[in-house]
């Protein structure tokens, strides 16, 4: 946290000092969405991948939402799980075509280190139309597992980004399919229905759970690929309970139990997908909450990266939601007094927090789609 705002003190001098007076700056700086320098990565992708590689992402998680879940948490800020992380940086979120992006376009810069269009999934869209290769996809050629886990519908744009191509993000019949038939992660956890089926993943060989009881009894040395289609829909809110259904961090344990059984390693997505709604709903409660099951889910992948020599972990968000602004700290067990100012998503940059091999090159300000290079293991040569 501390570095997030040193870097952009320096950001906001910079401003000043150059453009006195520029309309498209005082733009920008008012959104909080900033243009980073384009870093030029190396390209021996996969040479130096590191062998398991875990991205969690808060959709609509911006330092505000951080924030307020540490005030509530720990009655101070910078003390959620990933905050201790060694590198810290931030990431622009706009897209190809907007200053404010959404999912389907964040999680397209992320998995694939192109901006796209709003709504497109992994597609070359602007450009020549054709899907773009996923870091997910990537890594399966190079002989690892893969996961993708979410609090959202299975098939919403966030873990989508990753595993299918599509123009628009409502076509979830066939992202399904995508899934089940083209990309086939071993582990596919997230809410049913939207395109998944018992049924077709059944036919497609995987093995179906829709509980968490049924989850927590499935045999993780011998299982192979596990679809978990946990009720009708997204899953329910943290602060609402969630019943017989699992917990984000029970998924995230699960997928990676199976995952590991491959002796090449591991890519896993795993999403805390409800931080994003309850933003659109300014919905304080139910805000904080899921960022602190999100924050409890990065604790537990901690928790097995530290037996799993070579493991990079990077948590990041795809952009902020509502507007959400700190006004006043209450303390431990207290909700912070806080400010929307707005339902939709918002330019603002976002946090990135970096553990294990290679996450040394989290650090300034990033383009969202560095992360990509990132998480394939590459450095960068030039750029801030
Ligand atoms: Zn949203």
């Known amino acids: 946290m501390k570095s997030l705002q040193r870097d952009r003190r320096y950001r906001v001098a910079l401003f000043t000092s150059f453009c006195v007076a520029c309309a498209s700056c005082v733009a920008a700086s008012s959104t909080g969405s900033t243009i980073a320098q384009s870093r030029v990565w190396t390209t021996h992708e996969g040479k130096q991948a590191p062998k398991n590689v875990i991205l969690l992402i808060g959709d609509g998680m911006g330092p ?115 899934y089940l038939n083209t990309t086939r992660p071993e582990v596919l956890f997230g809410g049913g229905g939207a395109g998944m089926s018992p049924k077709a993943a059944k036919s497609a060989g995987y093995t179906v759970v829709i509980n968490r009881q049924q989850m927590q009894a499935l045999d993780t040395e011998t299982v192979t690929r596990v679809s978990g289609q946990f009720g009708q829909g997204h899953l329910p809110y943290e602060s609402d309970g969630v019943g017989d259904l699992p917990h984000l961090r029970e998924m995230a344990k699960t997928a990676l139990n199976i995952l590991d059984n491959d002796p090449d390693g591991l890519f896993l997505m795993i999403e805390g997908g409800r931080i994003d709604h309850a933003g659109h709903e300014n919905h304080l409660q139910r805000n904080v909450m899921e960022t602190l099951q999100f924050a409890e889910t990065v604790a537990e992948v901690f928790k097995w990266a530290e037996n799993n020599p070579d ?57 969202n789609t560095d992360v990509f290079y990132l998480l394939l293991g590459q450095q960068y040569v030039t750029g801030d």
């Open 311 to 367: 493991t990079l972990i990077i948590v990041t968000a795809d952009h902020e939601t509502g507007g959400l602004k700190v006004l006043k700290n209450n303390g431990q067990g207290q909700f912070p007094q806080v400010s929307w100012s707005s339902h939709d998503h918002t330019g603002a940059n976002v946090g990135i927090y970096g553990w294990g091999p290679n996450s040394d090159q989290v650090s300034g300000t990033m383009e």
């Open 64 to 178: 505000e939402q951080v924030k307020a879940a540490g005030m509530y948490a720990h009655g101070t800020p910078g003390k959620l799980s990933f905050e201790q992380f060694p590198h810290q940086g931030e990431v622009t979120t706009y897209s190809a075509n907007n200053s404010i992006t959404d999912s389907a376009a964040g999680g397209t810069a992320i998995a694939t280190g192109v901006k796209v269009n709003n709504g497109v999934i992994s597609m070359a869209i602007p450009g020549d139309g054709q899907p773009l290769k996923t870091v997910l996809e990537k890594y399966q050629a190079a002989g690892k597992s893969a996961g993708l886990v979410t609090t959202t519908e299975m098939t919403h744009a966030t873990p989508a980004a990753f595993a299918a191509h599509q123009q628009g993000r409502s076509q979830q019949a066939e992202i399904a399919q995508q």
